[in-house]
């Protein structure tokens, strides 16, 4: 180490041929000329001048198509406690994007996933328990129909709510967890979620993709629900009944999910910016 003069000096030094290295953060190494000492002597070497050092900064530039592919391969390891899906819950609150092609692939794969089998299966055994929908009658044929309609009920409205739709109207079918703010300003950004959604360009917009999605899914239920519950009146009580449950499950998402949700990549909304959406 150097003197704050920036002198130093070495004993005891063996004769030879030696070249001094001078190192300071922030600049490039110097080495100074080579010299000999002999025996006795004192050698003063000449001034060495540092040059600063040169800096590198390396940026990567990535398609917005490629970001949000990895985001949605994120997303796809979201499992509620491990093993429910959590695909639609982005916890990256400027997450990129999706396009035409991974609203459809997203929709495909939460659509196909095995849980969702296993959650028609106990919603079905639940009607047939409660004899909903009579005209289906009891027994196994009665458990299919009903098996068949919650089924058609959950797909039809993810595809045209969180696929179709989304891509007509420019729309994002995720939900965007806040996470930060006061409970209120969660509880109304979560709620809100059910009729707002978030534009492909960021801004927020009317819900255009659910409620439609929703509609369109209760007036095609009444192509195989019974005739005794056919009419304008399901498919109003089945879009209300999907608006009320987005709602609830964004509660949810809100305020429990992220705590039981494993691989989750991000923190939502950044404090500072808190608020309304």
């Known amino acids: 180490m150097t003197g704050t003069d ?28 080579k ?17 600063i050092a040169a800096v590198t ?14 985001q949605i391969k994120a997303e796809e390891q979201q499992r509620i406690s491990g093993v429910f899906p ?9 997450a990129a994007p999706l ?12 659509t196909f996933d095995p849980f969702t089998f296993v959650g028609v ?9 409660r004899n909903a929908f009579s005209g289906y009658g009891q027994g196994a044929q009665g458990y299919a129909k009903r098996w068949g309609a919650l089924f058609a009920n959950g797909q039809t409205s993810d595809i045209l709510s969180r696929a179709m739709f989304p891509s007509l109207f420019h729309q994002d079918p ?21 009729f707002v959604a978030r534009s492909d360009s960021g801004h927020l917009m009317p819900n ?30 089945n879009a209300a009944i999907g608006i009320a449950g987005r709602a609830g499950q964004d509660l949810v998402r809100e305020f429990l999910s992220k705590r039981i949700t494993k691989h989750v990549p991000g923190n939502g909304k950044p404090a500072s910016n808190s608020g309304n959406p």
Do not use: M
Not at 99 to 110: E, F, G, I, N, V
Not at 209 to 217: E, R
């Open 6 to 33: 920036g002198r130093f000096s070495f004993h005891d030094v063996h004769p030879g041929s030696y070249f001094i290295l001078v190192q300071a953060k922030g600049f490039q190494p110097s080495p100074s000329a």
């Open 35 to 51: 010299f000999r000492v002999v025996a006795t002597q004192a050698y003063e070497i000449p001034t060495v001048e540092l040059s």
């Open 57 to 70: 900064t390396e940026v990567v530039v990535q398609p917005t198509e490629v970001i949000a592919a990895l």
């Open 86 to 94: 959590d695909f639609y819950t982005s916890y990256v609150w400027n």
């Open 99 to 110: 396009d035409t092609k991974q609203k459809y692939s997203l929709a495909l794969r939460d």
């Open 121 to 129: 299966s106990i919603g079905a055994g639940i009607e047939q328990a």
């Open 174 to 194: 995720r939900y965007f967890y806040q996470g930060s703010g006061s409970t209120w300003s969660r509880a109304k950004h979560a709620v809100g979620f059910a």
């Open 208 to 237: 255009y993709s659910y409620f439609f999605g929703d509609l369109c899914s209760g007036a095609i239920s009444n192509l195989y629900y019974p005739a005794s519950s056919r009419g304008a009146s399901l498919v109003f009580t």
